[in-house]
């Protein structure tokens, strides 16, 4: 098992899910979980770290093994909401996406 593997092993029984659940939250199959864990899988795609850190309440960071704390999001309706915004963000062209980001610095300054 690689650091990446055991990384999303120990994160995953911290949450008490089951290989079956978290395969459910990113629908994937069991297998594939399972594939990650052993490191089977030889890369994970920046999808599949994202994907996984959303279920797992942590960070791609973490999972990765760059930092040492899970530094999980706040909840699960916080990690979709924040999974949602980067997929369409991604669907916007650099002059909608440069809207976004100043209005994201509008409100959060207010």
């Known amino acids: 098992m690689n650091q990446?593997?055991?990384?999303?092993?120990?994160?995953?029984e911290e949450l008490g899910y089951s290989t079956y659940q978290l395969a459910k939250l990113m629908n994937v199959n069991q297998s594939t979980i399972?594939?990650?864990?052993?490191?089977?899988?030889?890369?994970?795609?920046?999808t599949v770290v994202e994907k996984l850190s959303i279920a797992l309440s942590t960070t791609p960071a973490y999972i990765?093994?760059?930092?040492?704390?899970?530094?999980?999001?706040?909840?699960?309706?916080?990690?979709?909401?924040?999974?949602?915004?980067?997929?369409?963000?991604r669907s916007l062209d650099k002059d909608k996406k440069r809207q976004?980001?100043?209005?994201?610095?509008?409100?959060?300054?207010?």
């Open 4 to 12: 990446t593997g055991y990384r999303i092993k120990q994160r995953r």
């Open 34 to 46: 399972s594939r990650y864990e052993t490191g089977q899988t030889a890369k994970l795609t920046p």
């Open 64 to 89: 990765m093994g760059w930092v040492n704390v899970p530094e999980a999001y706040e909840d699960e309706e916080d990690s979709q909401i924040i999974n949602e915004s980067i997929q369409l963000l």
């Open 100 to 110: 976004v980001y100043h209005y994201i610095q509008e409100i959060s300054s207010e």
